[in-house]
């Protein structure tokens, strides 16, 4: 028995002792703050995907609810991985796969949850960035749209990769309390402290650290250059993948950051702005602490995808690997005990669990994913299905515990044993060995060619 289960298996004994409070969801019982940060990869130090990674907040929250390690988007953009979560739809079915793609034009009787849990009799609200557009309408209330992240035109590493300063890091010389993630913390803290009347859906969206990636100087502090350390990364990993999996790495921007001697910054800058974000979920997390109806509100914190940062040749998300899918998930309630679970799950499965946990009805057919209620009863439940991510129409990948495998719409593969190669550096699809493990996780993925 791993660590990991070890506890799971430990917590579940403590918490069995609450179980009968799971029968508290009754419609109108639960209120909901959801946390979704933009951007950020597996770099938290409850999943461990880097060392340095500075996050005591988030691995507070992860301790004290069932943090899923496992846990990956539906795609790999803003858009399509924001329309997944407030709608339940795979891109396959609703069509949204990237970022131009707005859910709300494509799907217009899609109903997103914001909208659902209002006709449910929930008070909605949120902040910041929920949606990859502005789908205020939907809200109750929804808070005016943050200040600037950062001083106008500011080009610090002064690579000039695209277009403006969009891609960017570097410390800024702003007060934290300047910077609209923590004005928009401060407005949902308010809300948590002077609740409505009805129950409440209660969004916070943190923009960091998507680029550009600029935080107060203290931050960068923290993470010395000279100290830094850059992922794994394995000279020539390209070479066994198919054209498909190289073309989409975007290997001009490692040339790019390697020639201009930034990997290392932006390294450090990745983790400073991840620790910035720890530090204003805090702020967040200690007012529900003392907020008046902490006993009857779930907290759910995710990201919408993952970020590459040169593994692979590749930065940004949009690709169909671990760092580019890998998500943290974690959700706490009072009444429901702690853990770890290890099955794969997806953004797909959040709007299930939420209205699961609510007791409110599903909305018609369309959800797509499976409510994660009975892992977060006892995490060790079993989960038969794996995860699946989809990149652009006909290009997926399916994650189970131990394997990804990767099929592009052209039917070049990647296979990966996580096992033995959790930097998936070797590509196993073309061993005939595993034709039926390729078999089994490619009936899972949609035909959408
Ligand atoms: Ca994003
Ligand atoms: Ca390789």
């Keep these: 028995m791993n660590r990991r289960k070890f506890i799971g298996t430990t ?4 918490a069995a002792l609450g179980l009968p409070s799971v029968l508290r969801a009754q419609p109108g019982e639960v209120n909901i703050l959801m946390i979704v940060i933009d951007d950020l990869n597996d770099w938290v130090g409850c999943l461990g995907g880097h060392p340095q990674a500075h996050t005591p907040n988030i691995d507070a929250l992860a301790s004290m609810g069932t ?11 803003c858009s399509p991985s924001r329309a997944n979560l407030l709608t339940g739809m795979l891109p396959s079915t609703s069509g949204v796969y990237d970022n131009p793609d707005i859910w709300t034009e494509i799907n217009p009787d899609a109903v997103g949850m914001h909208t659902h849990f209002g006709d449910n009799g929930y008070f909605t609200m949120s902040g910041g960035k929920i ?6 309408i939907y809200w109750d209330q929804r808070a005016a749209a943050e200040p600037a992240r950062r001083p106008p035109d500011m080009m ?16 800024i010389d702003l007060r934290a309390e300047e910077t609209g993630d923590w004005i928009i913390g401060d407005w949902v803290n308010q809300r948590l402290l002077a609740p409505p009347d009805s129950p409440f859906l209660l969004g916070y969206g943190i923009h960091r650290p998507h680029t550009p990636q600029h935080c107060p100087r203290s931050f960068y502090e923290m993470f010395p250059l000279s100290e830094v350390q ?7 990993d390209l070479d066994d993948i198919p054209q498909s999996g190289v073309d989409n790495a975007a290997r001009y921007l490692h040339t790019r950051v390697t020639k201009n001697k930034q990997w290392r910054k932006a390294v450090a800058s990745y983790l400073a702005n991840s620790a910035f974000v720890d530090m204003l979920i805090g702020r967040v997390l200690d007012t529900w602490d003392a907020s008046p109806l902490r006993d009857d509100t779930m907290i759910m914190l995710t990201s919408d995808h993952g970020w590459h940062l040169g593994q692979k040749n590749h930065w940004t998300k949009f690709a169909l690997w671990e760092e580019a899918t890998q998500i943290p998930l974690i959700f706490h309630a009072p009444w429901l005990p702690s853990g770890v679970c290890e099955q794969p799950v997806t953004l797909t499965d959040v709007f299930p669990t939420f209205v699961d946990v609510c007791g409110i009805p599903a909305p018609g057919n369309q959800l797509e994913g499976e ?10 439940t079993p989960r038969n ?4 991510t989809t990149w652009l129409p006909g290009n ?4 189970d515990i131990r394997w990804r495998y990767i099929r592009y719409a052209d039917n070049t593969e990647e296979l990966y044993d996580h096992d033995t190669d959790p930097n998936e550096w070797t590509n196993l699809a073309s061993d005939p060995q595993y034709d039926a493990i390729k078999a089994e996780l490619g009936s899972w993925m949609p035909d959408d060619g």
């Design 11 to 14: 917590m579940l004994g403590t």
């Design 67 to 77: 943090n899923f390690t496992h846990a990956y988007c539906a795609a790999p953009a």
């Design 131 to 136: 949606d990859h557009r502005d789908s205020g």
């Design 156 to 171: 610090i590493n002064r690579m000039e990769v695209t277009q403006g300063n969009k891609w960017d890091w570097g410390p």
């Design 230 to 236: 850059l992922p794994p990364f394995l000279e020539g």
């Design 371 to 380: 409510s994660l209620l009975p892992q977060l009863m006892n995490p060790l």
């Design 385 to 388: 299905t794996p995860a699946l």
């Design 396 to 399: 997926h990948a399916v994650r």
